[in-house]
Every structure is written in C-alpha cells, then in structure tokens.
C-alpha cells in the first residue's frame, strides 16, 4: 500500500483508521500532511477537514524546550511514561534538526526514547526542522490535529531548542516546560528574557548526584527570575522544579504540576482561549507560507528577480528596493490572473 494515499476513498478509510485510533494510520496521514507536494497538500487539506474535530479542546498541548544537551529526550520519555500509567495516551512530536545532505532528521528520537516507542499507548514521531525558522516543522500543528484525532489526549512537542523554537512551540502549545540544566545565575544570563516570559513551568533537569545542590541554586535563582517578569497567563504563576529522569526524582511531581495547570485553565476557560489564539497565529502562518510559495513558483517573478539579486549582489541596489520590486510584480501579476 502506498504511504500516501489517493483518491476520497483511501481518504475516508484512513480517516476511520484514525478514528479507531491506528498508529499506522496517523503515521500516514502524518507523511501525507509533511509532503510538500502540491497533489499531497491537496490531500492533506481534505484529510484534516474530514478528522478536525469541532468545538473545545479535549486533549492538552505541551510544548518542552531546552538548549542541546539538557536531557530533553531523557526527561520526556520519563514524564511521558508517568502520564500513561496515569490513563493517559500521549503522541510526542520531536522535531529534529536536519540533515543538510538529505533533509532528514539527525538525532532519531525514537532511538533516543527506546521504552515510550515500544509503548502500545504512545506514538513518537521525529520530524526534521527543515528550512522553517524556529526550529519546529512547518506541519507540527497540522500534525497535532492528526494525533488528536487518531485519540492521543496528552501531546508533547519537543523542539531543537534553537533561536526562535521556544515562541514558535508556545505559540501552538497550551502549556510551555522550558528545561535547564543545573548551574549557578550566571547561566540565567543566557537564557532570553522573552524565553522566560512564555514560560509555564521550568523543570531543572539532572537533579541527582553530585548536581542536587547545583539543582537547587539554579531553581532558586530561575524562581527569582520569573518572579520580576510579566506572567503568561493571569491564572497561573509560573513554577520551579528540580527533577532527574536519571533516578526519577521530582518526575511524579512535574505531570502533577501539568494536571494541575489544566485544571486551573480550564475553570477559567483560560484553554479555549489560547485555543483560539493558536487558530489565529496558525491563519497568519499559513497566510506567509503560502504567499512565499507562490510566489518562488511563479515564472515571471523568477525572470525579474534573477537581474535584480545581481545587482543586489554587486551593491548596486538596496535589497529593500529589490523586494519592493519583486513584490510588485507579483501582485501585478496575480491581480491579472484572478478568476
């Protein structure tokens, strides 16, 4: 059978696929919606209208960011196993950097998180960055909606922890973890005041050995941080823990912190709302990626615009001007050829 399927027949059978909750299923719908073939994204598009599941949200988006080498993988396979003894079915989204050869993600989370993989009540998926700026795929919130629908509750999106990846995960997660790796405040002086203000709750990882009490001035000095910056939300106040995937300490601790979040949230309707600012930022998103799209593909663009960036190369033109420029002739165009 092929991966993508063709056809509103093969459609509606992987949107029943999904339904029941078949792991292959939302693989292949997730491959289908990563295409960047114009026939796929057409499929795409149809498949999400038929699964998209209308109202409030019954599931919980976690965003988990952290700089290279803070244990995310470690830390989330640990939390995540600790939300599926609680009932939970958890899908986790980890989006890689990729390969500049072929593309590819390079770190094979799955390999990375070897017991949540073989789980029968998880899925983890690795997605390579790409091109997109701030380290999460263009299609990570399309492929939230999938795992939603195939009845994952609980999903995780782990970011590269790269540049931008931090806003772009909070802008499409309900809750947002940023972890740290123990040290003392002067490492707090590297980590971006905007970072600290989309925060929801900070995990200090690696609290175990001879690291506790680095662990432990490294909360202190986050919690004082937090405490001098404009919170997130109005009905929660960011939190501080120290834990160890390692040994297990404090991990029981931060998914009763989660499930505490979503309870609050939820009381005061603060989710459906963060909901529909998510709806709003992926709109816009869309909106860019798409005029972008068209207008790299369009021809007459691409004649006016290989003379201009010589110029721009030699010196001899602004690249605003050279823009404004491209721009123009796009719209000219597009404006004569709308049916």
Request: net charge positive.
């Amino acid at each position: 059978m092929s991966a993508v399927p063709a056809g509103d027949d093969a459609l509606d059978a992987l949107a029943r696929d999904l339904a029941a909750g078949n792991r292959r299923a939302l693989a292949r719908a997730i491959t289908l919606v990563e295409s960047t073939r114009t026939e796929h994204r057409a499929r795409a598009e149809r498949l999400l209208a038929r699964v998209a599941p209308p109202g409030a949200a019954v599931s919980l988006r976690v965003g988990i960011s952290g700089a290279p080498g803070v244990g995310k993988s470690t830390l989330i396979e640990a939390l995540g196993l600790t939300a599926i003894r609680s009932g939970h079915r958890l899908a986790v989204l980890a989006v890689d950097p990729s390969s500049a050869l072929s593309g590819g993600s390079i770190l094979g989370d799955k390999t990375r998180m070897p017991e949540l993989s073989r789980h029968a009540d998880a899925f983890v998926r690795p997605s390579p960055a790409g091109l997109t700026p701030g380290g999460v795929a263009r299609r990570t919130r399309e492929s939230i909606v999938l795992c939603e629908a195939a009845g994952y509750d609980t999903v995780f999106v782990e970011t590269v922890g790269v540049g931008q990846s931090e806003v772009a995960v909070a802008g499409m997660s309900d809750l947002f973890v940023l972890l740290l790796a123990p040290g003392g405040g002067d490492d707090l002086q590297g980590i971006k005041r905007g970072v600290m203000e989309l925060t929801d709750i900070a995990l200090i990882t690696k609290a175990d050995g001879d690291l506790v009490q680095a662990a432990s001035r490294a909360a202190a000095d986050c919690a004082n941080a937090l405490r001098l910056l404009r919170r997130r939300s109005a009905h929660w106040t960011p939190v501080v823990r120290t834990c160890s995937a390692h040994d297990g300490t404090g991990i029981a601790q931060a998914w009763a912190l989660v499930c505490e979040y979503r309870k609050i949230m939820d009381a005061h309707g603060a989710l459906v709302a963060r909901r529909a600012q998510q709806a709003h930022g992926w709109l816009w998103s869309e909106i860019s990626e798409q005029l972008i799209a068209r207008l790299r593909a369009d021809q007459d663009v691409a004649r006016a615009l290989e003379p201009l960036e010589a110029q721009v190369r030699r010196g001899e033109l602004p690249a605003a001007a050279a823009a404004e420029r491209v721009v123009a002739r796009f719209l000219q165009g597009a404006g004569g050829n709308n049916t």
